[in-house]
């Protein structure tokens, strides 16, 4: 698809959980110090410190946004 952009692209996308249907409500849940914790939809293990790469909402629904988080003892504690 010409013009189609894929953030991250090739790198292993987590998904978060509660499943937020924007990026907005993300940052907002983040920044209420609300628990919001990744997942691995695959076989690979998911990181349980440092950045990840997010995207939502959940698969069978089209992902609509994506994000890098950083994640401390398996929490999100920070998305940009």
């Known amino acids: 698809m010409v013009g189609h952009y894929i953030p991250n692209k090739g790198k292993r996308n987590m998904y978060c959980s509660p499943n937020f249907t924007t990026k907005k409500a993300l940052k907002t849940a983040v920044a209420e110090k609300k628990e919001v914790t990744v997942f691995s939809p695959g ?4 990181p349980q410190n440092g950045k990840v790469s997010l995207e939502g909402p959940h698969y069978p629904q089209p992902h609509k946004w994506y994000a890098t988080a950083t994640v401390e003892n398996g929490r999100v504690v920070k998305v940009s």
């Open 43 to 46: 076989p690979f293990p998911c």
